[in-house]
């Protein structure tokens, strides 16, 4: 059974996590003084958007910990899905972030307040600088993982953040014109909808138990029905786990006299060789006669679930 987890350690992730925490919380201090005192609603939803960022990453090292908890009880995976919990925070938080800030956006652009542009330039040009070095940290973890994926959207779209709001300031600090900081704002409220949107859906979808992304059930029934001496694949449910830890289970019928542990092995290759399924649980059983007539339903289970996948004549 090959093993599962990331591919890279859980070890270092925390420490590029770490790295990430630092750089944005002392950071998103020095910002909240100075979006208040240049009265720029651009550079207080960066700080706010840099809040959740560091509530992510913190969300995201806790997470990672107790999903490398060995199982036990009745948790026999473990608590591995902490990590989803972890991406679906993340992704609702941008929402509801994204929501607030396209609220106050509009209003500002109605009623725009006086704004102190060179402020907003030389705390925007910084706060790039940070972002920038917290994407390089987090880029090098394992973004195969939703956990780190939520935290690195987090991340890099703050940074897209403070080059909006760098431009808004120069304009403003140019032109006077202070509308610019509402646009400013509605752009990164734009982002942030997007960013939340993925991984609120990526992380339902790990919830709701969907084949993984890229997985086709159809196909890989039909392929799993076309091996040596197999009649019919049915009850076949492929789901994720964990983000990057497939499992797939399935009632597989083959012809009587067949060697059934030689038929599982085949099986078990082809998942993990073609879709990269390295946990399986397979029942091989003999087809009854009644099945093996052209045409005639199934009759094996009970109550079959889903589609059966038979072998094409």
């Known amino acids: 059974m090959a093993e599962h987890g990331h591919g890279h350690a859980a070890g270092g992730d925390r420490r ?34 840099m809040l959740t960022d560091a509530i992510a990453i913190v969300v995201a090292l806790i997470a990672m910990r107790i999903s490398a908890r060995p199982p036990r009880g009745g948790y026999t995976y473990g608590l591995k899905r902490a990590e989803i919990i972890s ?21 500002r652009l109605v009623h725009p307040p006086e704004v102190q542009g060179l402020y907003v330039v030389l705390t925007g040009l910084a706060g790039i600088v940070v972002n920038l070095l917290a994407t390089w940290l987090l880029a090098k973890a394992d973004r195969g993982s939703l956990n780190v994926e939520g935290a690195y959207q987090h991340i890099l779209n703050d940074l897209f ?10 304009v403003i600090w140019l032109t006077g014109w202070g509308r610019t900081d509402a646009l400013a704002a509605l752009i990164v409220a734009a982002l942030m909808l997007r960013a939340g949107w993925g991984l609120v859906r990526d992380s339902g979808r790990v919830f709701m138990e969907a084949a993984p992304v890229g997985m086709n059930p159809t196909e890989i029934g039909t392929k799993t029905a076309a091996l040596d001496s197999v009649v019919e694949v049915h009850d076949l449910h492929i789901w994720e786990v964990t983000s990057g830890y497939p499992a797939m289970s399935a009632h597989i019928l083959v012809k009587p006299g067949a060697d059934c542990h030689a038929v599982r092995a085949a099986a078990e ?3 993990h060789d073609e879709y990269g399924i390295a946990h399986t649980t397979l029942q091989v059983d003999h087809a009854p006669q009644e099945l093996l007539t052209v045409g005639a339903p199934a009759t094996h289970c009970r109550a079959p679930h889903g589609p059966a996948h038979r072998r094409l004549a």
């Open 16 to 49: 590029y996590l770490t790295g990430a925490l630092a750089l944005i919380t002392g950071f998103m201090a020095i910002e909240v003084v100075i979006g208040v005192i240049a009265r720029s609603l651009a550079l207080i939803s960066d700080a706010g958007h």
């Open 87 to 107: 991406a679906q925070l993340n992704g609702l938080t941008l929402l509801l972030l994204s929501a607030y800030f396209i609220v106050e956006g509009v209003r």
């Open 161 to 170: 953040a403070f080059i909006a709001t760098t431009v808004a300031g120069a």
């Open 269 to 271: 290759r082809l998942l």
